[in-house]
């Protein structure tokens, strides 16, 4: 099963939407996406919410929102091939064991989502 789209896609899209000089005005309904976004990536509530009250702090929000993603994206990525790895050599429980530990220490919850699923598949 194929992994939904994740809200963060909308997000990242925005960075796009960045004034030269660093600035990023969003509408309310954007604005209320990023922020809940920022929170999934783990952010700060109070990071979230000062972020959000001007246009350079918007633009900042977004490049963090985008890095989290890119950085949590490569250790799913780097954890999967060492998952698939382990499967090949007929180690089942080595790759159950990697997916365990990636679980229990990966900070952003869809990320985390998507590694449980494959661990349930593995079992």
Sequence with gaps: M?????????????ERWISPEGRLELPGEDRAQVQSVA???????????TSLR?????????????RRVREGGKRYSST????????EAG??????????????????????EWAETELKELE
């Design 91 to 112: 180690d089942a429980d080595g790759a159950r064991k990697v997916l365990a530990e990636y679980i229990a220490s990966e900070p952003i919850p869809r990320y985390r």
């Design 2 to 14: 194929r992994p939904r789209v994740p809200a963060w896609e909308n997000v990242i899209e925005m």
């Design 39 to 49: 929170l999934q990536m783990t952010i700060a509530e109070a990071e979230v919410y």
């Design 80 to 87: 999967l091939a060492d998952v698939r790895d382990l499967q």
């Design 54 to 66: 001007t246009p350079e702090g918007t633009a900042a929000l977004v490049r963090e929102v985008h």
